[in-house]
């Protein structure tokens, strides 16, 4: 039990940090888009997508989260 704990612990750890990370970057693209210098379409284009991947990525993390969390309930 106590290793199933540390284990979940470290996941947790993990997924807060890559979050953070997920987030920080989430927030300096819109920002970009938002305020910076967009010089073109098809950078804002990209920027665009950059956000809906990392939209994505964090959708997958928490699913995996759930999925961990269901796990160590059974």
């Given at each position: 039990l106590r290793q199933r704990v540390k284990?979940?612990?470290m996941t947790l750890y993990i997924y807060e940090k890559l979050?953070?990370?997920i987030r920080d970057r989430?927030?300096?693209v819109t920002d970009?888009?938002?305020h910076?210098?967009?010089s073109t379409f098809?950078?804002?284009k990209e920027l665009r997508a950059k956000l809906v991947e990392l939209d994505f990525i964090e959708q997958e993390l928490k699913h995996l989260l759930e999925s961990e969390e269901k796990d160590d309930r059974t």
């Open positions: 284990n979940f612990m979050l953070r990370i989430k927030e300096s970009t888009i938002c910076g210098p967009v098809e950078s804002f």
